[in-house]
């Protein structure tokens, strides 16, 4: 079993449509948890944190729920700008360092 | 400011050959990680300094893969004996501090690298 997993996709939706995205990771040990965004051919980029309270940026919320090892990143008003590779990742921290531990990632498509 | 650079961003090599890649992470950043990213893959974690330390190396395929940071600041990734198997985007990332598992880890653009 992966330790990050996630729905490859594509998901493919309409500008202006909400999508979430969910993820489940293994070690409960897991200390911090974030959701990158990765373009074709980019580097990924930190998009947001996650924190078991939830948290919000414009129209990105994201949610975590340690009990059940889930993670959440829901978009609102998709954008064309939207359509990238989303990761999840969880940080497990080992030799006095961060390891970050990525999914494969979740293609989103947004189309007019 | 400057992100981190990372050269070559192409390298072709043929089965057999060595390679290093090269890291410069943001200047003043304590930690420098390398990850591999292979087609329609997640990164994944190869190794970990802190300064120079090299404090976890357990995401190294082989003992033909090799990393340093002698003086703390960039850093060499090593593949010996390359086969078609390590093709794959290596990536770099730095971040400010060590301690604090909320710190962002910065990527740089990665080397993009294919053994024929």
């Known amino acids: 079993r992966k330790e990050v997993e996630q729905d490859p996709g594509p998901f493919n939706v309409p500008e202006g449509a909400t999508v979430a995205f969910n993820c489940t990771y293994s070690?409960?040990?897991?200390?911090?948890f974030f959701w990158y965004r990765q373009d074709c051919r980019k580097e990924p980029k930190l998009l947001m944190s996650v924190y078991s309270s939830g948290n919000e940026d414009g129209r990105f919320t994201a949610q975590l729920n340690r009990a059940s090892q889930y993670i959440s990143l829901l978009i609102r008003d998709s954008k064309l700008s939207d359509s990238a590779t989303y990761l999840c990742v969880v940080n497990l921290r080992r030799g006095g360092g961060n390891k970050l531990t990525f999914g494969t990632g979740t293609q989103l498509k947004v189309e007019l | 400011g400057a992100g981190v650079s990372q050269s070559p961003r192409y390298k072709v090599a043929k089965r057999g050959q060595d390679v290093a890649l090269r890291c410069d992470p943001i200047?003043?950043?304590?930690?420098l990680f390398w990850y591999q990213q292979a087609l329609g893959q997640g990164p994944e974690f190869l190794t970990y300094f802190q300064n120079e330390a090299q404090l976890d190396k357990s995401g190294l395929p082989s003992d033909r893969f090799f990393a340093e940071r002698p003086e703390g600041s960039v850093s060499t990734l090593k593949i010996q004996r390359t086969q078609q198997e390590d093709s794959a985007v290596y990536l770099c990332?730095?971040?400010?501090?060590?301690?604090?598992?909320?710190?962002?880890?910065?990527f740089g653009p990665g080397t993009r690298l294919t053994v024929t």
């Open positions: 200047s003043g950043h304590v930690s």
């Open positions: 990332a730095s971040s400010l501090e060590a301690r604090n598992p909320s710190y962002e880890q910065y």
């Open positions: 070690n409960s040990a897991s200390q911090s």
